[in-house]
Structure formats: structure tokens, C-alpha cells
């Protein structure tokens, strides 16, 4: 079963190691990767790559992870938000927003945890 929605688009991400998808739906952008099956430092840089694309806008960024990123929310300064869900297969959701009431500037380049 897959937790990415079958009608989201594969797209190209600069950088990252796992697919990446897109779905576009009532004007907003939504885009998702799995790194459930990935070793650190990897679902890190998977995640700076894609919280690239959300920066600044009204996009959200779905993560799938098998476990809480602690090491990458203390990369995240106040203008990432954060959601976590534990879904029942024992995975973790993690949706991205941007505040863009902030004035922090997370460097997304930084991914050594």
C-alpha cells in the first residue's frame, strides 16, 4: 500500500535520492517522498531538498519516514512548521508548511546531522 496519493506526479528534485511527487488539487501543491526504507543520512537530505520547494510559498511537503526526524527538526528554524502523525503501520507522516510570517532563514544546504 502505498501512502503517496496514485494520482500525484513523479517529478525531478535537485539533489535528492528517492522519488519525488506532486499532486496539484483546488489550487494548492502538495509534494511527497518515501524514505521509510532509508538509511541516515539520507531521509535528511531527502528533506532539505524537498522543504526547498515549499520555502516561500503555500505548498505543503509530505514526508513518509519509519521513524520521528528529530536530528532534522533541530535543523528547522521558526519558518518550517511541522505536523507529525504516527500511521498505523508504524510509519511517521510528517507534513511541512512554510510560516511565511517569519523571518528565519533555514540553510537548506546544511544536511550533515
Known amino acids: 500500500m502505498s501512502l503517496i496519493p496514485s494520482e500525484a506526479s513523479k517529478i525531478d528534485v535537485v539533489g535528492a535520492s528517492v522519488d519525488f511527487f506532486k499532486l496539484e488539487k483546488d489550487g494548492e501543491s502538495t509534494y511527497y517522498f518515501d524514505t521509510s526504507k532509508c538509511a541516515p543520512p539520507e531521509p535528511m537530505v531527502n528533506a532539505m531538498c524537498g522543504l526547498k520547494l515549499i520555502k516561500g ?7 513518509i519516514n519509519h521513524k520521528t526526524p528529530g536530528g532534522l527538526f533541530a535543523k528547522l528554524e ?13 510509519l511517521v507522516k510528517v507534513v ?3 510560516n511565511n510570517s517569519s523571518s528565519a532563514n533555514t540553510d537548506f544546504e546544511n544536511t550533515n546531522h
Do not use: A, P, Q, W
Open 96 to 98: 511541512f508548511s512554510s
Open 57 to 63: 510559498t503555500n505548498s505543503k511537503l509530505v514526508m
Open 78 to 90: 521558526d519558518d518550517i512548521l511541522y505536523e507529525i502523525e504516527t500511521l498505523d503501520n508504524g
